[in-house]
Structures are given as structure tokens and as C-alpha cells.
């Protein structure tokens, strides 16, 4: 395959992950094109040493972004659709208050059994696959995945698009922070 082909790439090139201050650009700046104003107003604690309000609210501006960076896992897709819960509306129309969804703060899903995490580890590193691949990837047998397959699709956590098997965007960042925390995938995977 072209993986394995150094006709077709000669050089792997590490990208970084998304620092906090990154996102803020294109969700903000969309945001702002759209003609809203934002009110991070809500997102500020004050300080027990009395410090400066604006400090304060940067300090909480960069807090929050930090989240939205690691909720969304480095994709900017996914922080434009978590940006998205986040904005509330006020008493005026042109203004929005952001505020922090539970999204953000999603630790992954518990009652996961080691066949579904099999399953979505194996999705997670292939990106898609179908049936059968999926079965020769897991090596489970064919009654196993299928009920396997049933219960993360009505989790909303695998759809089929043309026959194969693949974790929906908005989902990946919850995947991988479930397989991580269980041990399933490692950091850089």
C-alpha cells in the first residue's frame, strides 16, 4: 500500500499539536464575521488576591481555549462544533455569552467492555473499515462484532457510510480519550 511505498513519501513530518492560543483564531474569527460580539464575562473567577479584571478574564479566555484544544484533539472541525455549544444567547441578539459545555469537559465513556474498545481501537488506527476487515482486524467472531457494531452505532459512536465502519468526527476526540484512559491506545496513536 501507499503506507509502505517511499516512492510516494520520503520523509515523515511530525506536526505539533494545536497549542490553546490556536483555535481561538478561527473561532473567534468566525464568530465575529458572523457579527456577533462575544461575552466571556461568565467564564471569569475572581481572585482571592484581588487581581485585575482584565488579567483575570484573559487568564480564563486562555483556560477555556486550553479545554476546547484538548476536547477537540488537535481538529479543527471538531473545535468549531464544540465552539458552537458553548455560545449562548443574551438579551441582545448581537451579543453571545460563551460559556463552558459539558462537552468540554467529557472524561470519555465508562461502561465500555474490552470488545467494544477492540473495535473502536481498531477503527481509531485504520480510520475505516469494513465488516470483515474489522473482524480480521479484532479477530472476533461474526456474532460477537455484529452486537459489538449494534451497540456503538446506537451510542452514536460508529456509523457505516458505504459499507464501512468509521468513528464520526464529533466523536473522535471522546474515543480516543476513552482509549487512552484505558490503556487501549498510547499517547501518540
Known amino acids: 500500500g501507499a503506507a509502505g511505498d517511499v516512492g510516494v513519501f520520503r520523509a515523515v513530518v511530525a506536526l505539533e499539536r494545536l ?9 473567534v474569527g468566525r464568530t465575529d464575521r458572523a457579527g456577533y460580539k462575544l461575552d466571556f464575562s461568565g467564564l471569569v473567577r ?56 459539558p462537552s468540554l469537559a467529557a472524561s470519555g465513556v465508562l461502561d465500555l467492555g474490552d470488545t467494544a474498545l477492540f473495535a473502536l481501537v481498531a477503527l481509531r488506527i485504520q480510520d475505516e473499515l469494513n465488516e470483515t476487515e474489522l473482524q480480521a482486524v479484532t479477530n472476533l467472531s461474526p456474532h460477537l462484532l455484529r452486537a459489538t457494531i449494534r451497540d456503538l452505532m446506537s451510542r452514536g459512536m460508529v456509523v457505516i457510510e458505504g459499507g464501512r465502519l468509521r468513528i464520526p468526527d464529533l466523536q473522535l476526540p471522546v474515543v480516543t480519550r476513552t482509549l487512552r484512559r484505558r490503556h487501549f491506545l498510547h499517547v501518540g496513536g
Open 46 to 101: 475572581s481572585s482571592p488576591f484581588g487581581g485585575d479584571a482584565a488579567v483575570e478574564e484573559e487568564r480564563s479566555i486562555h483556560m477555556f481555549f486550553r479545554l476546547l484544544t484538548d476536547a477537540s484533539d488537535g481538529s479543527t472541525r471538531v473545535a468549531l462544533s464544540l465552539w458552537a455549544r458553548c455560545l449562548v444567547p443574551t438579551d441582545d441578539p448581537k451579543v453571545l455569552q460563551v460559556r463552558i459545555d
Open 19 to 27: 497549542s490553546a492560543g490556536q483555535p481561538r483564531a478561527p473561532t
